[in-house]
């Protein structure tokens, strides 16, 4: 069925609740495609990270991203090594392309990430004094964010800044911008994109802060303390990112996730989730019971996240099974493709995307 979109948002207006209650979520996520941002979706803003070679060489994922997504944000196109791979050059083409695509598609977009310890270019590591260091982050980001003012209204400005095992807010993940600057690099940040895009929202980006344990506990400390200490300083900063690559067996700490959600809310920041997947790869081959336990896992967390906060907007890191980074890092012993995301690798949607669809509902 073809509809224009400002027919086709009606009808998802008027027939949402017959939707809802007449297929199952996953069936209702395959016939609709809510026209995001829009005022009448009450919905949590659902999206997914892309690639601008899928897009380009992939119809049906094209098509999908399109149809099942409000918002949109680059797995690495906006990346330093992507779009700064030389001091003296910048190449903006798969950026720019996604940015296209989303306006085309009227999605909207977030940006990630301008101070990262990862996918740095080779000729960031020549950078030999503190003064070096400021001058091409700030240079970075003001090119960056004032090409697509206007268009990325969402950074992911500092991603992932915390040690894995932290003692405290100082415990900075070591990169040519903490060796340079120490943890004043992410103030530098954070300014700069303020000052280069004013109505910019600037998120901070973490993982691993939602399971049981002494080193998550740490990571929690920690995160609430860096907050802290970035509001004591006036440093702008909008919203936490929760990545959640979650791990079904880790066990999630509800108690301890809630009370870092209520501390980032008393702290008046927003809460995004930003990069949501199940990694299965010590998960059983049978299908129907890793993708139970897939969905149970994001269920388990999500249950207790909005119980404490409505997120501005749920991820995923990939809409489908066909392209997703798991397989890099977590690949499965018995040979057998990992199944992290919403949809399969022939995109159907699996019941992780009806336990996203049962709580972007939830709190409306
Ligand atoms: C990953 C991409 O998905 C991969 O394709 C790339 O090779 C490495 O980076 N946390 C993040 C993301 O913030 O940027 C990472 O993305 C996944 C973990």
């Known amino acids: 069925m073809t509809m224009s979109l400002p027919s086709r948002r009606k009808f998802l207006t008027q027939t949402a609740a017959g939707l809802a209650l007449s297929l199952s979520g996953a069936a209702a996520f395959a016939e609709s495609r809510r026209p995001l941002g ?33 918002m949109i944000v680059p797995e690495g196109e906006m990346k330093w090594s992507d779009i700064h791979p030389k001091r003296d050059e910048y190449r903006f083409e ?13 999605l909207g977009i977030r940006g990630h990430t301008l101070a990262w310890y990862g996918a740095l270019p080779a000729w960031t590591s020549e950078l030999a004094s503190a003064a070096e260091a400021e001058r091409e982050l ?10 697509y003012r206007g268009a990325v209204p969402s950074w992911d400005v500092v991603n992932e800044p915390l040690i894995d095992w932290p003692q405290d807010r100082s415990s900075i993940r070591p990169s040519i911008w903490m060796n340079r600057l120490g943890p004043e690099y992410l103030p530098i940040a954070l300014k ?42 006036d440093v702008p900063l909008h919203a936490v990112g929760l990545q959640a690559h979650l791990f079904a067996g880790r066990g999630i700490d509800r108690d301890g996730l809630q009370s870092l959600l209520a501390e980032i809310v008393a702290l008046k920041l927003d809460v995004l989730i930003t990069e949501l997947d199940v990694i299965d790869f010590d998960l059983p081959g049978k299908i129907k019971e890793r993708d139970a336990l897939v969905a149970a896992t994001a269920a388990e967390f999500l249950g207790a996240c909005c119980e404490v906060v409505r997120p501005k907007a749920i991820l995923t890191w990939g809409l489908t099974d066909r392209y997703t980074w798991v397989p890099t890092y977590f690949k499965r012993a018995d040979g057998m493709p990992n199944r992290p995301l919403p949809l399969d690798a022939e995109f159907k949607p699996k019941p992780l995307f009806d336990v996203i669809e049962e709580y972007r509902r939830k709190l409306t």
Request: aromatic share 8%; hydrophobic share 40%; net charge neutral.
């Open 94 to 106: 798969n950026a720019d392309a996604l940015v296209d695509f989303a306006r085309q598609n009227h």
């Open 138 to 147: 700030v240079d970075h980001i003001e090119t960056v964010v004032s090409r």
């Open 38 to 70: 829009s005022a009448e979706s009450t919905l949590i803003p659902y999206g997914a990270a892309v690639r601008a070679g899928a897009l380009a060489s992939d119809p049906t994922y094209r098509a999908t991203i399109a149809r099942m997504c409000d």
């Open 192 to 233: 700069a994109t303020a000052s280069t895009d004013p109505d910019a929202k600037l998120v901070l980006n973490e993982y691993d802060v939602e399971y049981r344990g002494a080193r998550f506990e740490a990571r929690r400390r920690s995160l609430i303390q860096l907050l802290r200490w970035l509001r004591d300083r």
